[in-house]
């Protein structure tokens, strides 16, 4: 029973510390933007990718591997693409990812998530949707037999970020992400995962 109370306890610190990481970054972009306000025009397709990294904690109902310990990753894949509708607002499908070592193999732990992204201010925007949950072997670490499993289900996903350098219709940002999914396994069994990343976005609007 104690076991279980601090499983819980230990989740809800987790989670606690990932938003208010993300908070406090979305804080101080407000704050670095209410000083500087310049008018960018945005339109039509836009793309994104961004390179960083973070931390994972992933829990399997079965109980091989808890929230107990969380793991350093690094962000692959983490792409972005979508359409403007105006010149604040557009439709996005995300594509995280996150390395995690599972069993002494190496697992991918991303989504497919229909999103919006809207900009408060001129450089700084927020994003967040709710699709796909995906748990896959990492591509250089397909093993037959042994890690070579597909698992799918829900996945909310939110995130900030803030244009520190743009140039024509391309813009470098420094962002954080949050991702909270959980994958169906076999035998009626799940795999959760809590996910918070900072990268660097290179953008094209």
Same mark, same amino acid.
């Given at each position: 029973?104690k076991?279980?109370?601090?499983k819980?306890i230990k989740? !809800?610190i987790l989670l606690?510390m990932?938003?208010a990481?993300?908070?406090?970054?979305s +804080?101080?972009t407000?704050?670095q %933007?209410? +000083?500087?306000e *310049?008018?960018? /025009?945005r339109d039509? $397709?836009?793309?994104e $990718?961004?390179?960083g990294?973070g931390?994972?904690s992933?829990?399997d109902?079965?109980?091989i591997?808890?929230? &107990?310990k +969380? /793991?350093g *990753?690094f962000?692959?894949?983490?792409?972005?693409?979508g359409?403007?509708?105006?010149?604040n607002?557009?439709?996005?499908v995300?594509?995280? @990812?996150?390395?995690?070592e599972? !069993?002494?193999?190496d697992?991918?732990f991303?989504?497919f998530?229909p999103s919006l /992204?809207y900009?408060v201010k &001129?450089?700084?925007w927020i994003?967040?949707?709710?699709?796909?949950?995906?748990?896959?072997?990492?591509?250089? &670490?397909?093993k037959?037999?042994? %890690?070579d499993d597909?698992?799918? @289900?829900?996945?909310?996903?939110?995130s900030t970020?803030?244009?520190i350098?743009k140039?024509? %219709? $391309?813009?470098?940002?420094v !962002? +954080?992400?949050?991702?909270l999914?959980?994958?169906s396994?076999?035998?009626d069994?799940?795999?959760?995962?809590?996910?918070f %990343?900072?990268g660097l976005? $290179?953008s094209?609007?």
């Open positions: 029973m076991s279980i109370k601090m819980t989740k !809800q606690k990932a938003c990481a993300f908070a406090s970054l +804080s101080t407000y704050a %933007n209410a +000083s500087s *310049t008018t960018t /025009q039509g $397709f836009i793309f $990718f961004v390179v990294g931390i994972i992933i829990e109902s079965a109980g591997q808890t929230f &107990d +969380s /793991q *990753t962000v692959f894949p983490d792409v972005k693409f359409h403007m509708l105006n010149e607002l557009a439709i996005t995300s594509l995280p @990812g996150n390395i995690y599972f !069993q002494d193999n697992r991918n991303g989504g998530i /992204q900009w &001129d450089r700084w994003h967040g949707g709710v699709g796909l949950a995906i748990d896959s072997p990492a591509l250089y &670490d397909i037959d037999d042994v %890690n597909w698992n799918f @289900g829900c996945a909310v996903m939110a970020g803030y244009e350098y140039k024509k %219709n $391309f813009a470098l940002n !962002q +954080s992400k949050l991702v999914g959980r994958a396994l076999d035998g069994a799940h795999r959760d995962a809590v996910i %990343n900072v976005g $290179f094209w609007l």
